[in-house]
């Protein structure tokens, strides 16, 4: 008899999942050709909401605030703390989520712009690439494993 999945694993999975395929689809040849801008715009604002949620998932809380009881943390999954610490980038990168995801803001224009970026992908990928090497957390991840077969990523 196998274990009982555990409760954060389809969220974790979702998350993963669908930032890998936006990553994957938002840097195709034909991307910009493909959608139409009012598109491409909401798949910004797909890819900022995943990027955040996963961001603050790695780093266990936002910048200089521990997590509430009920946000789920890289610990909780791995059973070891974080060994990511948040880099300038990254915090900005936090902010720039925060203003196109959050609320309207009269700076949202100038953060709608370059998301799915080498520079995002280079912060994300290898926190992805470290926890799925933890024991028994790739199986849980299924739709997160389908992803990167079909992005050609190896994990």
Same mark, same amino acid.
């Given at each position: ?58 780093? %266990? ?5 521990? @997590?509430?009881?009920?946000? !789920?943390?890289?610990?909780?999954? &791995? #059973? ?38 080498? %520079? ?5 990928? @290898?926190?992805?690439?470290? !926890?799925?090497?933890?024991?028994? &957390? #790739? ?17």
């Amino acid at each position: 008899m196998s274990a009982p999945t555990p409760d954060w694993a389809l969220d974790l999975d979702h998350e993963l999942s669908q930032l890998i395929r936006l990553q994957h689809m938002m840097n195709a040849t034909d991307y910009k050709t493909k959608f139409a801008k009012p598109v491409r715009r909401a798949i910004d604002v797909a890819y900022a909401a995943h990027f955040r949620a996963l961001v603050e998932f790695f780093h %266990e809380g936002r910048p200089k605030k521990k @997590p509430r009881a009920s946000d !789920l943390t890289y610990k909780d999954v &791995t #059973a070891q703390p974080t060994p990511f610490v948040y880099t300038p980038y990254a915090e900005q990168r936090l902010d720039d989520a925060d203003k196109l995801v959050g609320h309207l803001s009269k700076l949202r224009r100038s953060r709608t712009s370059d998301w799915g970026c080498d %520079e995002d992908w280079l912060l994300i990928w @290898p926190m992805i690439q470290r !926890l799925l090497k933890t024991t028994g &957390t #790739a199986v849980l991840l299924s739709e997160t494993m389908d992803a990167i077969r079909e992005a050609g990523l190896a994990p």
